[in-house]
Every structure is written in C-alpha cells, then in structure tokens.
C-alpha cells in the first residue's frame, strides 16, 4: 500500500504532492506517532492529577513556582485556546496527533470488549447537549480556578472516554466520534481547514476493477469511523494519515478554507443549535457572566427580596465543590443562587444572542429561499441550516476570545502588559464577522434569488449578528 499513492498525487500541485507525502509520512509512522501520544499522555496526567493533591496557591504563587498555576496556565491559557485555533488551521490534527483522549479511548478499544454501538450513542443531539453540559457545569465549579473541578471535568471525560473504548467498538475511537464534549465544535472548526484528506470516487472504482484487488491491501483502522470512500470534507477526519494512499485514491490535499462550507456542508438542525445556541449563546453567557454588572444587580434585588421574606436557603453556600465552586478557605463559595442565576444568565444568553440568530436565519431563508428539488428530487442547496453554517468563523472566534480572556488573566497575573489586547481582539471579531459575512453572500448565491432577494437576505443575516457583536463590545469594552 505503500507505494500505491502515485496516481492521485502524481495529478497535484506541488503543495499537494507536500501535503500527500507528509500524510505518507504520518501513516508510515503510526508507532512513532503513538509514542509522543503516551508523552503527552504522561504530561497530562501530572497537570490533572498532581495539583488536586496540593494546597490551593496563595497570591504570591506564579506560574513559574507552582505546579497548580502552572497547570491552570497549561490547560487553560494555552491547551484549549490554541488547540481551538489549530482546527480551522491543520483541520482535526490535534485529535489525531496528539489529544490524550483520543489515544486513551483507541488504546482501550485495542483490548476492549468490542460491543456494537448502541442506538441511543448514536444520536445526533449530543454534540449539542454534551458542549451545553460541560459548559454550564464548567462555570458552576469554576473550573478554569480549581484543579478539583479540573480533575472532574477534564479527567471524568478522560475516564468516560477509555470506559466507552473499552465497551464499545474494535480499536476505534467511538468515544471522540459520538461523546466527546468537544467533538462538535472540533467538526465545525474544521470544515475552515485548508487542507483534507480528498477521495477520488474515480480511482477507487478503477482499484476495485483491476488487478489491483488481487494484490490487495489491509483494510485500514479509521479510528473515528469516517466512511472514507465517501468522505467528502473535514469534520469528522481526525488526520492520522492512514488512509493516505490508499487504494490510490486518497491523498492529502490543500484546498479553499471557504470550500467545504459553501460546496459541501448541508447543515442540521442539531449543528444549528450547537452554532447559534451553544457556541453563540451559551458560551456568551457562561464567558459573560462574571463581567457583568447585570449579573452583580440581579442577585441582589433577588436576595433583598428573599431576605424580605425571610426565605434563606438559596444564600447558603453549602453546596460540595463538585456541585457549586465551595472554598472556604480562599473565600470563594458559591450559594444556590449564584448557581441559580449562572445558568439562567447562560440561557438568557443564548435566548438573546442565539434567539436572533435564528431569527435571522429564518428571515434570510423566507428572503432567498433554498432552490426548489431538482429533477432527481434531491433538494438544491440551501435551507437555514445551510445557511447556519456562514457562522462559524464568527462561533469559533467568539469562544477564542473567551478562552483566551483566562490566558490575559493569567499574563496580567505575571505582570505583562496587556495594552495590545484589546486591538488584537477587536480585529479578530471583525475579521471573523467578515468571514462569516462573505461566506454567507457566497452561499446565499447558490440559490438563484435576484441581487435584491440576496442583497436583503444577506442584511438580515448581518442583522442578526448584532447581538453577538455588542456582547463582546459589552465584555471588552464597557463593563
Ligand atoms: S479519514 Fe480516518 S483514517 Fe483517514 S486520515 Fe482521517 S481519521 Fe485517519
């Protein structure tokens, strides 16, 4: 198999036939590729593990004198903010190169128990639910502060990850492909890639008919289950290299970051909700909430009013760490109504931000309406949903900039100057809004609406992301 990667390559550019051989090189090294793995695997395990046993830092500790900071800026100021920005970058490199998860669940599955997926794993909502959970519940324990709620959330996902490895599935990653929290916004970040492991239908049909069946080929092991002879973009590929060459018919291969978006991805009604609810709602709100002085005046006309019926259990902050953030001896606890008013602040979030996004895409939809059903009965292109996915530059730039707000914390902490960042993050949020913007006049083209339909539908859109924008404008800015 090996050597059978000439034909689909030998038809590329340079930089394709770069990218192809790199792949080449990435399957012909899966050994070596698995050794770094267990590093990082080692790495990880200490961040997770050794500083829960430690006293939590004083205000004196840095990142360059305490295990416990030097985790918090490990996990949080680089590991989920960059391994964000690698995803529209390399595509789900991260996944399959070097994520400890996704090692951990494959290894398991290697001596597992090998059951069948059942039905109810395979549903498409989790993705949505999975992120909302991990979001909200993140926030309630303050994860991005304690390395006990670090040792919950990130290693109960770690423990679900090799606990589903070993149930299900045969050397595969069944976890990453239906479970993992991040998995859906992984898939949409990295339909943006600008590179992917392309299929010839062409080639694979000529492999099947010639001689070459006869000296064939070991199978490959595609981790998380892509069907591969009919992949047709990046969401799901976790780029291990396996599949390069194979049956001469697939090759890594560079193409347009706008391409998978406009002339591939469909949409559904639960990468809708994860696009306008989750990542622009949700994560606005849980990013948000501390900000805000909305938040700061709510609770306390609540609590009057509590008091002044002398109602008291919702101010008692007697919740255990895993439930509601409980540190008494740093002073940080939260009450049943911080709890409370974080997820309503969460929802509201998403009610508000999310709500006129759907709104919008609704309007743009009714404005420039999907192509009717061609002659084969397969719907054109179009549909809100279709739509829906224009905003992922702006989802995936949103959760950047609020993942990155703890790396800005944590620099202050270290007493770097910070004056370049607010520049930096507005030009990365109109950046983003132009992306999402130009992607959706592109695909508002497709469907045959006059430049009026278009134009109107296109400035609905750009409508609906307003509140979007004036979040971040309140969160940077003013508050
Ligand atoms: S399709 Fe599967 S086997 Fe091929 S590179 Fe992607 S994850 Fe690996």
């Not at 597992?112 to 519940?137: D, N």
């Not at 391409?259 to 990013?287: N, P, R, S, Y």
Request: hydrophobic residues 50%; proline residues 5%.
């Amino acid at each position: 198999m090996q050597e059978a990667s000439i034909g689909l390559k030998s038809k590329s550019s340079a930089i394709g036939r770069a990218c192809a051989r790199f792949a080449d090189f990435l399957r012909d090294h899966a050994a070596l590729l698995r050794k770094l793995q267990w590093g990082i695997v080692v790495i990880y395990l200490l961040l997770l593990i050794v500083p829960a046993m430690l006293p939590l830092p004083d205000n004196a500790a840095s990142v360059f004198n305490n295990l416990t900071i030097a985790a918090q800026f490990a996990f949080w100021g680089i590991w989920w903010p960059f391994v964000l920005v690698s995803m529209p970058l390399l595509g789900r490199s991260w996944c399959g190169w070097l994520c400890p998860e996704g090692m951990l669940t494959e290894w398991a599955s290697e001596r597992g128990r090998g059951h069948a997926i059942p039905k109810w794993m395979r549903w498409g909502g989790w993705p949505f639910v999975a992120f909302a959970l991990t979001t909200v519940y993140g926030q309630l324990v303050s994860v991005y502060q304690y390395p006990l709620a670090v040792l919950v959330v990130l290693g109960g996902s770690t423990a679900g990850a090799m606990g589903i490895g070993w149930y299900y599935g045969h050397s595969k990653r069944v976890w990453c492909k239906y479970l993992c929290p991040v998995n859906g916004v992984f898939s949409l970040l990295a339909k943006l890639a600008p590179w992917h492991y392309k299929v010839s239908e062409d080639a694979w049909r000529e492999s099947l008919s010639t001689d070459q069946r006869v000296i064939r080929i070991h199978a490959v092991n595609c981790a998380p289950l892509v069907p591969l002879r009919h992949m047709k973009g990046a969401s799901d590929c976790h780029m291990c290299g396996r599949c390069s060459g194979y049956r001469d018919a697939i090759a890594l291969t560079p193409r347009s970051p706008e391409a998978e978006i406009v002339h591939v991805a469909h949409g559904d009604a639960w990468q809708t909700a994860l696009i306008c609810l989750g990542l622009m709602g949700i994560a606005v709100g849980a990013f948000l909430w501390s900000a805000s002085p909305w938040y700061v005046d709510l609770k306390q006309a609540i609590a009057t009013w509590l008091i002044d019926r002398d109602i008291m259990w919702p101010l008692a902050d007697n919740a255990p760490w895993f439930i509601l953030t409980h540190y008494p001896e740093v002073n940080d606890s939260f009450s049943w109504l911080d709890g409370g008013l974080i997820v309503a602040f969460a929802l509201g979030a998403a009610a508000a931000v999310g709500g006129s996004l759907y709104l919008a895409l609704w309007l743009a939809d009714l404005l420039a309406p999907m192509r009717p059903a061609g002659q084969d009965g397969k719907a054109g292109f179009g549909g809100l949903h279709k739509l829906a996915q224009a905003l992922i530059p702006s989802a995936g730039v949103g959760v950047f900039l609020g993942l990155s707000a703890t790396t800005i914390t944590l620099l202050q902490h270290e007493g770097m100057g910070t004056g370049w960042v607010r520049p930096v993050r507005f030009t990365l949020l109109a950046l983003a809004v132009a992306w999402s913007l130009r992607l959706a006049w592109r695909v508002l083209g497709q469907r045959g609406a006059s430049l009026l339909r278009r134009g109107s539908a296109w400035l609905v859109f750009a409508a609906g992301l307003a509140p979007f924008v004036s979040a971040w404008v309140l969160f940077f800015a003013v508050w």
